[in-house]
């Protein structure tokens, strides 16, 4: 994969976008960066891991990027679907997928050196870290979706857990069950395709939120 290095950009992905597949940026720093539903992300120069990647289109490239990039930060990384990476119940890092045609636009920004209140970081080297992540995409992207799907379970701290799910228009609560073979999150006997979920964490009587 060729890595373009940049210093200070607006955003890793506006960056990617124009480039081939094949493709890896990877920022000093991000001046808008964002997660999903427009959240920014921030982080001091040089904290974290910030790159984009250029690759084939993948029906489920979420999945494949959640399992590659907990694969590449080491075995106590959890995932939360639908992009959220955890440690110790914290959020490490997070990923947005873009599909544009026959290809994807992976960004992923993962705490090393710094993280904001209440959050994780992984006090890694970062060349190391993206040398690792490059290959853990490379072999996952192309992995059969049953052993992909099977990946994600693995590593999984939402399955089994009651969530909040907020929708357009609606929010509610179940147990989340298990992810369909579209990578869909099914809670309460509900296929979610999409939204924003909350781990809802239960202390006696009273829920707690993470």
Do not use: Y
């Amino acid at each position: 994969m060729e890595i373009v290095r940049v210093g200070s950009v607006a955003s890793t992905q506006e960056v990617a976008r124009p480039l081939p597949i094949g493709t890896a940026v990877v920022a000093e720093h991000q001046v808008a960066g964002r997660g999903r539903l427009g959240r920014r992300w921030e982080a001091p120069p040089g904290t974290a891991l910030l790159a984009s990647f250029v690759l084939p289109f993948q029906p489920l490239a979420s999945i494949a990027a959640g399992v590659a990039a907990a694969a590449a930060c080491g075995p106590a990384v959890r995932l939360k679907w639908p992009n959220d990476l955890l440690l110790e119940d914290r959020k490490l890092g997070g990923i947005l997928v873009e599909a544009a045609g026959d290809r994807a636009i992976v960004g992923i920004g993962i705490n090393l050196a710094w993280a904001p209140p209440r959050a994780a970081r992984l006090d890694a080297e970062r060349e190391g870290l993206l040398d690792r992540l490059v290959a853990a995409l490379q072999q996952w992207w192309v992995a059969p979706p049953g052993t992909l799907l099977d990946a994600w379970r693995a590593r999984s701290d939402t399955l089994g857990r009651r969530v909040r799910v907020e929708l357009a228009g609606e929010v509610f609560e179940g147990e989340a069950e298990d992810i369909a073979e579209d990578g869909a999150l099914i809670v309460g006997g509900r296929r979610m395709p999409a939204g924003d979920v909350t781990h809802l964490r239960v202390v006696g009587a009273e829920p707690t939120f993470s």
